[in-house]
């Protein structure tokens, strides 16, 4: 008799069982969402939606300027209109809230297609294959990030470095040239993945190296082919050159690293390993000239330029663009642990005999640019991001080891202590939550007894904000996108680093003193002053001095050039009105 019950071994390895997994997923986030505000969850979430309302209404798709910070000029902003797409096409076809809640979450599915991917063609036993689809959730820095109103770049970036680890384990000269494009809509979206694609360069040379396939020139082809038409297609011609962007020095590094690779199996002595390596060698050394000479200050970090005042009361505070040794001690282990999970798992998978059968060099491939996107994450948290997604096959081929001998376990006690153990050391995700209370104990600067005591309970509603005839608002950095989202103000400064000069004058406005402060408001014609006593970044900003302008706000010993607006003022939040 044929057995016609459910076979999940088959299942597990279609198209289908993504789907499935996907749309479990989006039910409970969406089922949850309510419980956690149908809003942008961060200050860059806001900016999104402003980026994206402001294209709608009518800004040129080219001009990415935020008018409504510290107008008339604006503030010049680096992103790019590839992430406004999606979110601009949604919010047409259904609403803006739709299209914040479902952008997110859309962008999960190419991530698990490029997860199923990779696990088909590194032939995963079906065990590891249900795992490395369902464990996402085990990862701390994943959920959050493909959560509805979750609408920043970060994600976008992620799931671009994910489907080019997918395509670089290919064989075909048209998966380096799809990694190629993938690889150059990262670098459009954020600068910060160039460190990763040239990781991607390098392990395509290792292909040539070892006289696998000579792909290098069509991944190099299409990297500087779709560099240079999408930063067209989304900036225009670059009139005013920032370090930020991809510029024209890269890109012109990028064709001629291609033209170089075409080149190379024309050199001498190419039929051999010492060979290849030599001229691989001076290929990249030559491609490092080129990009110094080409970009000049540019070839350096942008955020090495910003004033004292930014460096010492804003970026030396932004956890996600900080190394590891500013993370708090839960941060610290989970970016660790994945690193761990990499290293781990390749070497039972290599041990086991995973690999063998053709499938050692796709598999080393994979590693190398996991453990490079771990190393990364080491200099700058968000790559964290990146980094737990790349872990996901691994996590899956030890919890498919180490699971079944747990549950294997006759006693039930050391069975389910076994078991936790097994999914505990093979993600990130209990590691994080135990060393939790040692956060605590070892504090970054925001989360310092000093600080947390300044902090008031409850939260803000800048909505209230609305009730007010529309003006400038001097107002912590932070609180500015929120500001401008839920009402028709406008303010001097938000947190985007190419307008050093305002955001350096409300920190200094804050932390300094109120006549300071008063001078400031004047310089911009300010027409009202907003403060949040339970926000993080304020209670920062009180321990610079005791008597400084953003203490006198929180406690409301202000100065008589403001004038309290007690009919939106509420709990935590601080409305001041500024008296001519």
């Known amino acids: 008799m044929t057995d016609r019950g459910f076979n999940w071994r088959s299942f597990v390895r279609t198209p289908w069982a993504v789907v499935a997994v996907w749309l479990a997923y989006c039910l409970v986030r969406i089922a949850i969402q309510p419980l956690l505000g149908w809003e942008p969850v961060g200050p860059d979430d806001w900016t999104r939606l402003l980026q994206v309302r402001a294209w709608l209404d009518g800004q040129a798709f080219w001009d990415v300027t935020q008018y409504r910070m510290n107008p008339s000029e604006g503030f010049s902003m680096h992103w790019s209109r590839l ?33 199923h991917a990779i696990m088909l063609r590194l032939d995963f036993a079906p065990l590891a294959f249900a795992f490395g689809i369902v464990i996402l959730p085990l990862f701390p820095l994943l959920p959050g990030n493909f959560a509805p109103m979750r609408i920043d770049h970060h994600a976008s970036q992620a799931v671009l470095a994910l489907v080019c680890a997918a395509l670089l384990i290919r064989d075909s000269r048209w998966s380096a040239v799809a990694c190629g494009i993938c690889a150059a809509a990262w670098v459009v979206i954020s600068l910060e993945g160039l460190p990763l694609v040239a990781v991607l360069a390098g392990l395509y040379g290792v292909r040539y190296w070892f006289g696998e396939r000579t792909l290098l020139p069509w991944f190099l082809g299409a990297l500087a082919g779709a560099s240079a038409a999408l930063s067209y297609m989304t900036r225009g011609p670059v009139e005013a050159l920032y370090c930020d962007i991809l510029l024209p020095g890269h890109i012109l590094t990028f064709a001629a690293a ?201 939260n803000c509603d800048y909505a209230s904000l609305a009730d007010l005839p529309a003006g400038l608002v001097l107002a912590p950095l932070d609180a500015g996108p929120q500001i401008l989202g839920s009402s028709n103000h406008t303010v001097v400064a938000a947190s985007y680093h190419r307008n050093q000069r305002p955001m350096a004058d409300v920190l200094d406005a804050l932390i300094g003193s109120a006549e300071q402060a008063r001078t400031i408001a004047a310089r911009y014609d300010a027409d009202y002053v907003v403060i949040c006593g339970a926000a993080a970044d304020v209670a920062l900003y009180r321990t610079a001095a005791p008597d400084n302008f953003a203490n006198a706000l929180v406690t409301g010993d202000v100065p008589d050039w403001l004038e309290r607006e007690d009919t939106v003022s509420d709990g935590p939040l601080a409305v001041y009105r500024v008296v001519p």
């Not at 797409?85 to 739709?98: H, M, V």
Request: net charge positive; charged share 10%.
């Open 258 to 458: 291609a033209l170089m690779s075409a080149a190379l199996p024309l050199l001498p002595w190419q039929n051999r390993v010492q060979g290849r390596l030599a001229a691989l060698a001076v290929m990249g050394l030559a491609c490092l000239l080129l990009a110094e000479a080409l970009l000049g200050a540019c070839a350096t970090n942008p955020m090495a330029q910003l004033e004292p005042v930014l460096q010492t009361w804003w970026h030396g505070y932004i956890l996600e663009g900080l190394p590891i040794w500013h993370q708090p001690v839960s941060v610290a282990l989970s970016l660790v642990w994945t690193i761990a999970i990499i290293g781990f798992g390749w070497w039972r998978a290599h041990r086991n005999g995973l690999f063998h059968r053709g499938r050692a060099l796709p598999c080393t491939l994979y590693f190398l640019f996991a453990l490079a996107a771990g190393g990364y994450s080491l200099l700058v948290m968000r790559e964290g991001l990146v980094a737990q997604l790349l872990a996901i096959p691994f996590a899956a081929l030890l919890l498919a080891e180490f699971l079944p001998k747990a549950r294997a376990i006759e006693k039930p006690v050391p069975r389910i202590l076994a078991t936790l153990a097994a999914v505990g050391l093979s993600t990130p995700l209990f590691a994080s939550a135990f060393a939790k209370p040692l956060d605590r104990h070892f504090p970054t600067a925001t989360m310092s007894p000093d600080v947390a005591a300044l902090r008031s309970a409850g």
């Open 83 to 115: 992430v406004d797409l999606p979110l601009a096409a949604l919010a047409l076809l259904l609403d803006e809230t739709a299209a914040m809640a479902l952008v997110p979450l859309l962008l999960l599915l190419p991530a698990l297609f490029a997860l």
